[in-house]
């Protein structure tokens, strides 16, 4: 099964069979506790609790080449620019008329730092769990039908709108429309490009609101799910724990903050 | 008027892997009427759009009158080649009928007197005049076909391919699209269809070409191809119905239209007699 | 099942009936083809019969719709759901886009109406296998074909088991081997599940070949009734722009150019065909 714009990679771990809200409640304190500990925090929080979780879920190869693809370039320029362009503090290192500041790579360091393990703690919440699980779990938490569909259609019908869009391309060249050419040339192009796909695309959302309706999606009653989504009382404890331990670092962060 | 059509060889395999034509070769003269048959997926797309353009081949070529395809842009090909699509909002943009008619005889260059005859030609031959001005949209799909064909029959190109011309039509629009078959085949255009409906290939089209699995494995006269049992069933394709008839009741020759069926029939009663 | 009781409608903004006058019942298990040119209003009845009109198409509504008991009108389109399905003629637009499976997809409709969830795979898979799509049932409903996306929207409706279906032009972006594979399946569900069926159809000879019952609708109004053969063989259906099959045609013509029978009725079907001329070997 191919789930598109979703890491998730299907695997058989403990960390796969946890309830989507408590994966959600993780992600969500290690973003919160990088956001507001100091400096090397995240970094301890990326080895002590993303790490040994990625390994748990068996995903820890995907976590890392796809933390790393987007965090690297953004960390080498960042330590390049932070370094070069600080004003204050003492020197790192001279080369040449270059002169890199340390405070600012300790300033990058730590910025590194907080989006590494942010990034990384949603990057593994994408690798261990379904996008439609997670929907259904927030749906019976209250989250309104309608947008869980939306989220879930929008991941599958974007490819789609592609290769509309390239059929419309395919059309339109066939009438004689130049798509390639100077600047002028391609504004041109645009209506009879971007029109059938508005218009194609509402007359889909018409036939596809029907299709809804069809399959009773305004039925009252409750509705069941092919998802067995099995929480347990230590789920739920646990995600309640973290919720009082995100609040008291909050609150001591901001008391340790105006004492400072 | 029609401009011939050279496919030497073509293999063709789409990005994502799939070899849709493993090597087609055939040759349509200026002015012939082609019916290419074949069930979903044998590579009759594949191979429609290879002859304007939109496709180029992996190996092989496709050559448009004295024009290699692949040495070409697809708007430069479309003086050459017009071709009908299968959706209609795929490409209808304009806000009234005249100016989606139009827009391709104006990428072609047509001078204002000769779009405004290849408009008003095409619009009669569809039965859309009296639609002119309207709205492409207040119209229904199967009217919007007929819009879009307009569009392709303005372009008033040599050779017109037709992508499942009569999908969804009911039989006063099937007999409209028939007779403007005919009035292409009048005025010598090279003209080649894909359909599924063979009874109407069988009534309009002299040669069919029949395709299963990215290759060619027909190709010949209608009365000749049509015939053929095997060959239809090895390409999942249904005959036409005169052709059933014809071959449950025994007949030597097969008729492909209910007025060939009866003289056939006046024939074999004729001899039995 | 169905009961329609001098039915009119005309679309909101639009001049004109779209539908006139139309009274109709239909037993449960039929199979009733509708044929008429373009724009007569076969999808309007379509969606009347289904309550898309009034609930999502605005318009003026007279006369009663009841299906499978419920009066269209007074229910809503969520309480109909269950009752009516209704399969459209673009198999793409039919997929929910919700669901990341086939099966799942299935499964969709079955979940809006509160179904147990062993019911539901046992319903799904029995909708798969009746619909041919078991071996698919784990991959992406957009990977499919146009003919079996068309199959499964088919299977999506039967799983949730309604007492009427209604289908319109559901062929028309088929090869014919999807078409075969479609009325299959009606026939199959007419016949065990006794599931009413209204198809509305172009192609007359599958028409003629599976129909219990045709009815021809022309500028909102039913202009017959009866069975395929007697419906496609009158001559009022060429003159209403429906047509008539080829094998029809020759019938006809053979007849008129006395080369047969003239008192034999005329054939609408390959069987029928071949014994009209047979029989006058006899």
Same mark, same amino acid.
């Given at each position: 099964?191919?789930?598109?714009?979703?890491?998730?990679?299907?695997?058989?771990?403990?960390?796969?069979?946890? !309830?989507?809200?408590?994966?959600?409640?993780?992600?969500?304190?290690?973003?919160?506790?990088?956001?507001?500990?100091?400096?090397?925090?995240?970094?301890?929080?990326?080895?002590?609790?993303?790490?040994?979780?990625?390994?748990?879920?068996?995903?820890?190869?995907?976590?890392?080449?796809?933390?790393?693809?987007?965090?690297?370039?953004?960390?080498?320029?960042?330590?390049?620019?932070?370094?070069?362009?600080?004003?204050?503090?003492?020197?790192?290192?001279?080369?040449?008329?270059?002169?890199?500041?340390?405070?600012?790579?300790?300033?990058?360091?730590?910025?590194?730092?907080?989006?590494?393990?942010?990034?990384?703690?949603?990057?593994?919440?994408?690798?261990?769990?379904?996008?439609?699980?997670?929907?259904?779990?927030?749906?019976?938490?209250?989250?309104?039908?309608?947008?869980?569909?939306?989220?879930?259609?929008?991941?599958?019908?974007?490819?789609?709108?592609?290769?509309?869009?390239?059929?419309?391309?395919?059309?339109?060249?066939?009438?004689?429309?130049?798509?390639?050419?100077?600047?002028?040339?391609?504004?041109?192009?645009?209506?009879?490009?971007?029109?059938?796909?508005?218009?194609?695309?509402?007359?889909?959302?018409?036939?596809?609101?029907?299709?809804?309706?069809?399959?009773?999606?305004? !039925?009252?009653?409750?509705?069941?799910?092919?998802?067995?989504?099995?929480?347990?009382?230590?789920?739920?404890?646990?995600?309640?724990?973290?919720?009082?331990?995100?609040?008291?670092?909050?609150?001591?962060?901001?008391?340790?903050?105006?004492?400072? | 008027?029609?401009?011939?059509?050279?496919?030497?060889?073509?293999?063709?395999?789409?990005?994502?892997?799939?070899?849709?034509?493993?090597?087609?070769?055939?040759?349509? $003269?200026?002015?012939?009427?082609?019916?290419?048959?074949?069930?979903?997926?044998?590579?009759?797309?594949?191979?429609?759009?290879?002859?304007?353009?939109?496709?180029?081949?992996?190996?092989?070529?496709?050559?448009?009158?004295?024009?290699?395809?692949?040495?070409?842009?697809?708007?430069?090909?479309?003086?050459?080649? $017009?071709?009908?699509?299968?959706?209609?909002?795929?490409?209808?943009?304009?806000?009234?009928?005249?100016?989606?008619?139009?827009?391709?005889?104006?990428?072609?260059?047509?001078?204002?007197?000769? /779009?405004?005859?290849?408009?008003?030609?095409?619009? $009669?031959?569809?039965?859309?005049?009296?639609?002119?001005?309207?709205?492409?949209?207040?119209?229904?799909?199967?009217?919007?076909?007929?819009?879009?064909?307009?569009?392709?029959?303005?372009?008033?190109?040599?050779?017109? #391919?037709?992508?499942?011309?009569?999908?969804?039509?009911?039989?006063?629009?099937?007999?409209?699209?028939?007779?403007?078959?005919?009035?292409?085949?009048?005025?010598?255009?090279?003209?080649?269809?894909?359909?599924?409906?063979?009874?109407?290939?069988?009534?309009?089209?002299?040669?069919? #070409?029949? /395709?299963?699995?990215?290759?060619?494995?027909?190709?010949?006269?209608?009365?000749?191809?049509?015939?053929?049992?095997?060959?239809?069933?090895?390409?999942?394709?249904?005959?036409?119905?005169?052709?059933?008839?014809?071959?449950?009741?025994?007949?030597?020759?097969?008729?492909?239209?209910?007025?060939?069926?009866?003289?056939?029939?006046?024939?074999?009663?004729?001899? $039995?007699? | 099942?169905?009961?329609?009781?001098?039915?009119?409608?005309?679309?909101?903004?639009?001049?004109?009936?779209?539908?006139?006058?139309?009274?109709?019942?239909?037993?449960?298990?039929?199979?009733?083809?509708?044929?008429?040119?373009?724009?007569?209003?076969?999808?309007?009845?379509?969606?009347?019969?289904?309550?898309?009109?009034?609930?999502?198409?605005?318009?003026?509504?007279?006369?009663?719709?009841?299906?499978?008991?419920?009066?269209?009108?007074?229910?809503?389109?969520?309480?109909?759901?269950?009752?009516?399905?209704?399969?459209?003629?673009?198999?793409?637009?039919?997929?929910?886009?919700?669901?990341?499976?086939?099966?799942?997809?299935?499964?969709?409709?079955?979940?809006?109406?509160?179904?147990?969830?062993?019911?539901?795979?046992?319903?799904?898979?029995?909708?798969?296998?009746?619909?041919?799509?078991?071996?698919?049932?784990?991959?992406?409903?957009?990977?499919?074909?146009?003919?079996?996306?068309?199959?499964?929207?088919?299977?999506?409706?039967?799983?949730?088991?309604?007492?009427?279906?209604?289908?319109?032009?559901?062929?028309?972006?088929?090869?014919?081997?999807?078409? @075969?594979?479609?009325?299959?399946?009606?026939?199959?569900?007419?016949?065990?599940?006794?599931?009413?069926?209204?198809?509305?159809?172009?192609?007359?000879?599958?028409?003629?070949?599976?129909?219990?019952?045709?009815?021809?609708?022309?500028?909102?109004?039913?202009?017959?009734?009866?069975?395929?053969?007697?419906?496609?063989?009158?001559?009022?259906?060429?003159?209403?722009?429906?047509?008539?099959? @080829?094998?029809?045609?020759?019938?006809?013509?053979?007849?008129?150019?006395?080369?047969?029978?003239?008192?034999?009725?005329?054939?609408?079907?390959?069987?029928?065909?071949?014994?009209?001329?047979?029989?006058?070997? @006899?």
């Amino acid at each position: 099964m191919t789930i598109p714009f979703s890491l998730y990679a299907p695997r058989e771990s403990g960390l796969h069979k946890l !309830h989507p809200l408590t994966k959600l409640a993780l992600a969500g304190f290690v973003a919160l506790c990088a956001l507001v500990l100091p400096r090397a925090a995240s970094y301890l929080l990326f080895l002590l609790l993303i790490v040994p979780l990625a390994l748990w879920g068996r995903v820890f190869g995907r976590l890392m080449s796809a933390a790393l693809r987007v965090a690297l370039p953004f960390a080498i320029s960042l330590l390049i620019i932070q370094g070069l362009f600080w004003q204050t503090g003492p020197i790192l290192a001279r080369v040449g008329p270059i002169s890199i500041k340390l405070d600012g790579i300790l300033f990058a360091v730590s910025t590194i730092g907080r989006i590494l393990a942010i990034l990384s703690s949603f990057v593994l919440l994408s690798l261990t769990t379904r996008p439609d699980a997670l929907m259904l779990a927030l749906s019976q938490r209250g989250l309104p039908d309608v947008i869980a569909y939306i989220i879930l259609t929008t991941l599958q019908i974007i490819p789609r709108f592609q290769s509309k869009a390239q059929t419309i391309i395919d059309a339109q060249r066939s009438r004689g429309l130049e798509t390639e050419g100077g600047l002028l040339h391609r504004i041109r192009a645009l209506l009879p490009l971007v029109v059938p796909l508005v218009l194609s695309s509402i007359v889909d959302i018409e036939e596809r609101a029907i299709a809804l309706e069809a399959r009773a999606f305004s !039925h009252p009653g409750t509705k069941t799910s092919l998802f067995d989504l099995s929480d347990s009382l230590p789920e739920r404890i646990f995600r309640w724990s973290l919720l009082a331990i995100a609040l008291i670092i909050v609150v001591v962060r901001i008391l340790t903050l105006r004492s400072a | 008027m029609g401009e011939s059509i050279r496919i030497e060889q073509v293999a063709f395999t789409y990005p994502t892997g799939i070899r849709a034509l493993r090597g087609v070769s055939a040759s349509i $003269s200026p002015g012939e009427a082609v019916a290419i048959v074949g069930e979903n997926g044998a590579g009759k797309t594949t191979l429609a759009r290879h002859l304007n353009g939109l496709l180029h081949p992996t190996s092989g070529h496709v050559l448009i009158g004295d024009w290699d395809t692949s040495k070409h842009t697809v708007a430069q090909l479309a003086t050459r080649v $017009s071709y009908s699509f299968q959706n209609p909002d795929d490409q209808i943009f304009e806000r009234t009928v005249r100016a989606e008619v139009t827009f391709g005889p104006r990428n072609l260059g047509f001078s204002a007197d000769e /779009m405004e005859s290849a408009v008003q030609d095409a619009l $009669s031959q569809v039965g859309l005049l009296s639609e002119i001005d309207h709205h492409p949209y207040d119209l229904q799909l199967s009217q919007r076909k007929l819009l879009t064909l307009a569009a392709t029959l303005a372009m008033r190109t040599p050779i017109v #391919i037709l992508d499942e011309p009569t999908t969804g039509q009911d039989a006063p629009g099937v007999r409209r699209i028939a007779e403007i078959v005919e009035h292409l085949k009048a005025a010598s255009h090279t003209l080649i269809t894909i359909t599924h409906d063979l009874d109407f290939a069988a009534e309009h089209f002299e040669r069919v #070409i029949v /395709m299963a699995g990215g290759l060619i494995i027909a190709d010949g006269p209608a009365h000749d191809v049509l015939a053929q049992e095997s060959t239809l069933a090895a390409a999942l394709v249904d005959p036409p119905q005169m052709v059933r008839l014809a071959l449950a009741l025994g007949f030597d020759s097969i008729p492909l239209t209910p007025e060939e069926f009866v003289l056939a029939l006046k024939n074999k009663s004729g001899r $039995s007699s | 099942m169905i009961d329609v009781q001098n039915l009119s409608f005309s679309y909101a903004g639009f001049p004109g009936m779209a539908l006139r006058g139309i009274t109709l019942a239909m037993p449960k298990g039929q199979l009733c083809s509708i044929v008429g040119p373009n724009g007569a209003g076969k999808s309007t009845l379509c969606y009347a019969l289904s309550g898309f009109i009034p609930h999502f198409y605005r318009g003026v509504l007279k006369g009663t719709v009841r299906v499978s008991g419920l009066d269209v009108a007074e229910s809503s389109l969520g309480e109909l759901a269950g009752a009516v399905g209704i399969v459209v003629q673009n198999p793409f637009n039919q997929i929910t886009g919700a669901r990341f499976t086939v099966f799942e997809e299935v499964a969709f409709g079955l979940e809006n109406l509160g179904v147990p969830r062993d019911e539901i795979i046992s319903r799904v898979a029995e909708s798969l296998a009746l619909t041919g799509l078991d071996s698919m049932h784990d991959q992406s409903p957009f990977a499919l074909s146009g003919g079996q996306q068309q199959r499964l929207a088919i299977a999506a409706m039967i799983a949730m088991r309604p007492a009427v279906l209604i289908l319109d032009e559901p062929t028309s972006q088929l090869d014919p081997i999807g078409t @075969r594979e479609v009325f299959g399946v009606l026939r199959r569900l007419a016949a065990d599940q006794h599931t009413t069926i209204v198809l509305v159809e172009h192609k007359l000879e599958w028409v003629a070949a599976y129909s219990d019952r045709v009815i021809a609708i022309v500028r909102g109004q039913i202009v017959a009734d009866g069975t395929a053969r007697d419906v496609l063989t009158s001559d009022l259906i060429e003159e209403i722009g429906v047509g008539s099959t @080829r094998l029809t045609r020759a019938a006809r013509l053979a007849r008129a150019q006395k080369l047969v029978d003239s008192q034999a009725a005329l054939p609408v079907t390959l069987v029928q065909t071949i014994d009209f001329f047979e029989q006058k070997d @006899r």
